[in-house]
């Protein structure tokens, strides 16, 4: 199963957004998705305080930035499972 983080924070309404547009898209039989508390982290702080919330693909580390759509969101996951 393939494994992406949620970048984020707590109180943070546009990963809220983002969620609800994630659990509309994602198979969870596909992909299990985590959120993460980019404030538990300075370096998560660095890369990602202006740019949440992202999801990120653990294997390869590509990045889907805010804002994102439901069309967006599958296509980020097609791009996923497609050999290159």
Do not use: K
Not at 5 to 26: F, K, P, Q, R
Not at 66 to 77: N, V
Request: net charge negative.
């Amino acid at each position: 199963m393939r494994e992406l983080e949620l970048m984020g924070t707590l109180g943070c309404h546009l990963c809220e957004l983002a969620v609800g547009v994630i659990v509309s898209v994602v198979d969870p039989n596909q992909f299990a998705v985590f959120q993460v508390d980019i404030a538990e982290d300075d370096e998560l702080m660095e890369q990602y305080a202006i740019r949440i919330p992202v999801l990120v693909d653990v294997e390869t580390q590509a990045a889907l930035d805010w804002p994102f759509d439901q069309e967006a969101l599958q296509q980020f996951l097609i791009s996923l499972t497609t050999p290159s």
